[in-house]
């Protein structure tokens, strides 16, 4: 591996959320690595310390996710709120992974209590995790918190893929298909047309210009057949549907793993339902007539 590894760490600190777009620009532009076991990328972290919600880029994500107005600030726009964060580690020097085309594959957000518009947070992001994985590249863990003064509020890890590979690809194991057919005690089962143009909009709504979302042309740079949908706006759009089941002031838990991209243009189905123990929700996001799973999740209390 060329340029070594981290001698110290490396905190980013910055007065306002960085711009995406000049960040992207760097990720794409800087000298590309192999990361080994000893990158160190644990060593990189990022913060601001004083960050409000714009009210119309906050109504804005609500109309491209169809996520109703409570009052609140929806559990998953902090994810948004904290992507500049993320985007500036992934555009450090010593990030030693290709920076575009990141797969998002797993998030878990666990909401403290629920942030109102009109309060300051801090936010904070860093480096949790790197590995192999043989099959499908490097996986890379990223944290995240926000507080309200000294108050932890919201706090999420999210797990992305970088599909470099070193070796002989190994042969991948095809899981069985889920069954077809609706979960019995499904309290939300809707149809959703998901247009060509969705990356773009979520995009413009979020600072989230990586290519493999934008255009089938600049997707297949990436080995994608037609631009894919943001696993943020999919996992958004399905707490569209969840989140009148929810007192969403209090303490919630969401996790969501991400299975299979959604292509755009296509049509998903979303259903959620009363989890098995009563304690929550369980979430899913699949094609039309449910033998692929885009999304699978869920919302817990307390």
């Given at each position: 591996?060329?340029?070594?590894?981290?001698?110290?760490?490396?905190?980013?600190?910055?007065?306002?959320?960085?711009?995406?777009?000049?960040?992207?620009?760097?990720?794409?532009?800087?000298?590309?690595?192999?990361?080994?076991?000893?990158?160190?990328?644990e060593a990189l972290s990022a913060g601001v310390d004083r960050v409000h919600v714009n009210p119309e880029e906050l109504?804005?994500?609500?109309?491209?996710?169809?996520?109703?107005?409570?009052?609140?600030?929806?559990?998953?726009?902090?994810?948004?709120?904290?992507?500049?964060?993320h985007a500036a580690i992934i555009a450090h020097a010593d990030f030693a992974l290709p920076a575009l085309g990141l797969v998002h594959l797993e998030n878990t957000m666990v909401q403290h209590r629920a942030l109102h518009p009109e309060e300051a947070?801090?936010?904070?992001?860093?480096?949790?995790?790197?590995?192999?994985?043989?099959?499908?590249?490097?996986?890379?863990?990223?944290?995240?918190?926000a507080r309200v003064g000294q108050e932890l509020v919201w706090e999420s890890?999210?797990?992305?893929?970088?599909?470099?590979?070193?070796?002989?690809?190994?042969?991948?194991?095809k899981g069985e298909a889920p069954p077809s057919g609706e979960a019995p005690g499904t309290r939300v089962s809707v149809m959703v047309d998901v247009p060509e143009a969705q990356g773009r909009r979520y995009a413009g709504v979020s600072g989230d210009?990586?290519?493999i979302h934008l255009h089938a042309l600049t997707a297949r740079a990436f080995g994608f057949p037609r631009a894919i949908a943001h696993g943020m706006w999919t996992l958004s759009r399905v707490w569209a549907e969840a989140q009148?089941?929810?007192?969403?002031?209090?303490?919630?838990?969401?996790?969501?793993?991400?299975?299979?991209?959604?292509?755009l243009p296509s049509r998903i189905w979303i259903g959620v339902r009363e989890a098995a123990d009563g304690e929550g929700l369980e979430l899913c996001c699949k094609s039309p007539d449910l033998s692929k799973t885009h999304l699978e999740g869920s919302v817990t209390r307390g």
């Open positions: 591996m060329g340029g070594g590894v981290m001698s110290k760490p490396e905190t980013m600190h910055f007065d306002a959320l960085p711009a995406l777009g000049p960040l992207y620009v760097r990720a794409a532009t800087r000298r590309r690595r192999t990361p080994c076991a000893e990158t160190g990328l109504q804005a994500y609500r109309r491209v996710c169809g996520i109703a107005d409570t009052g609140t600030v929806p559990l998953p726009y902090l994810q948004v709120l904290a992507a500049p964060l947070i801090a936010l904070s992001a860093r480096v949790l995790e790197g590995r192999w994985d043989e099959r499908l590249g490097y996986i890379v863990t990223l944290g995240s918190e890890e999210l797990t992305a893929l970088s599909p470099v590979r070193r070796g002989k690809k190994r042969a991948t194991k210009y990586n290519p009148p089941l929810l007192q969403t002031e209090g303490e919630l838990r969401l996790q969501a793993r991400f299975r299979k991209p959604v292509m």
